[in-house]
């Protein structure tokens, strides 16, 4: 069951979450993060208006609707080595 964000605006979730975008259409999902939008639309646009201009990158129908996913997106960060203490 689909639930609609608990947000108005983009600035709402700036970090630590992942955007999916679901085409109703043809089903096709994709995963973002809040800052590639906000770099378009700015970070005080309400997610409605978000909503109205997307379309499907598969189909190209505008009929599309956000969903807020808990899980940060994937990120691969170099594994940090450790400084080898000296011996005295």
């Not at 639930?3 to 096709?28: E, F, N, Q």
């Not at 639309?41 to 990158?57: E, F, K, M, Q, Y």
């Not at 190209?60 to 997106?73: H, L, S, T, W």
């Amino acid at each position: 069951m689909h639930r609609p964000p608990k947000t108005s605006k983009l600035a709402d979730w700036r970090t630590g979450y992942a955007l999916v975008i679901g085409c109703k259409t043809c089903k096709h999902a994709r995963r973002t993060e809040p800052h590639s939008l906000a770099k378009l639309l700015g970070w005080d646009v309400p997610l409605i208006v978000v909503t109205a201009r997307l379309r499907c990158s598969n189909c190209y129908a505008k009929d599309c609707e956000i969903q807020v996913d808990g899980q940060p997106p994937l990120r691969l960060v170099p594994p940090q080595r450790s400084v080898p203490k000296r011996l005295l």
